[in-house]
């Protein structure tokens, strides 16, 4: 599995955009990168996926460059409520049996 | 929307005593997953369950742990003889082929 580092910890106020980074420079072809969420005593929540380029949803936007070996989560407009633990995780997922490998993630604290 | 479910939310136990933690998946998934985390901690990978069989554990899941899927809904993980390092939020979770996750809201096991 490739390795994945991101920032322990970001502040920001609401209505600020986000933006998470997270290196992972031995990315295998086949991998997607996923972001969860985590709010205290609850489990992890799935975000957005991405092989390459951009995607956005309804949450939030991944920015992944050519070279792949990283990519920029993107939040806009955080609200108090999107304070949260914030995990990266790189993977192949074409296996449906996808163990998910979580790092200590990016702890997101928004203020008023 | 569709959610997964746990049960109980909360349970204490003495040490050396077995333990059921029951999980409810979303009904058209294929693939179980348990997860643990330690408080404070990272969220740990125990075992994947696919077509009735285990698919990978993790050094964790060792021969004091066990998953079943006794009927079509429930899937469960039995402790045989709990440690107090056991103590930790348990997280059950479903996925369908190559898509994300969905975890339930977690048990919290306390072994005394």
């Known amino acids: 599995l490739a390795k994945t580092t991101q920032p322990i910890s970001m502040d920001s106020y609401e209505g600020q955009e986000v933006n998470i980074t997270c290196s992972h420079n031995?990315?295998?072809?086949?991998?997607?990168i996923t972001w969860y969420q985590q709010f205290p005593s609850q489990g992890p929540r799935f975000i957005i996926q991405g092989y390459k380029t951009k995607v956005t949803n309804e949450v939030a936007s991944l920015f992944i460059p050519a070279d792949r070996k990283s990519s920029t989560l993107s939040l806009p407009r955080v609200s108090l409520s999107d304070t949260a633990v914030y995990y990266c995780l790189v993977g192949d997922i074409r296996n449906g049996d996808y163990k998910l490998s979580f790092g200590a993630g990016t702890t997101v604290t928004v203020r008023a | 929307e569709p959610e997964v479910t746990q049960t109980p939310s909360h349970q204490v136990t003495q040490m050396g005593q077995e333990v059921i933690l029951r999980c409810v998946p979303i009904s058209n998934h294929l693939y179980f997953y348990w997860y643990r985390q330690i408080l404070g901690q990272k969220v740990e990978f125990l075992v994947s369950f696919y077509n009735n069989e285990i698919s990978e554990k993790s050094e964790i899941f060792d021969d004091q742990f066990s998953v079943e899927r006794p009927d079509g809904s429930n899937f469960t993980l039995k402790i045989r003889s709990t440690k107090l390092e056991d103590s930790a939020m348990y997280f059950c979770?479903?996925?369908?082929?190559?898509?994300?996750?969905?975890f339930g809201p977690g048990t919290r096991l306390t072994v005394t």
């Open positions: 031995n990315i295998a072809t086949n991998d997607y």
């Open positions: 979770a479903s996925s369908v082929w190559e898509r994300e996750q969905y």
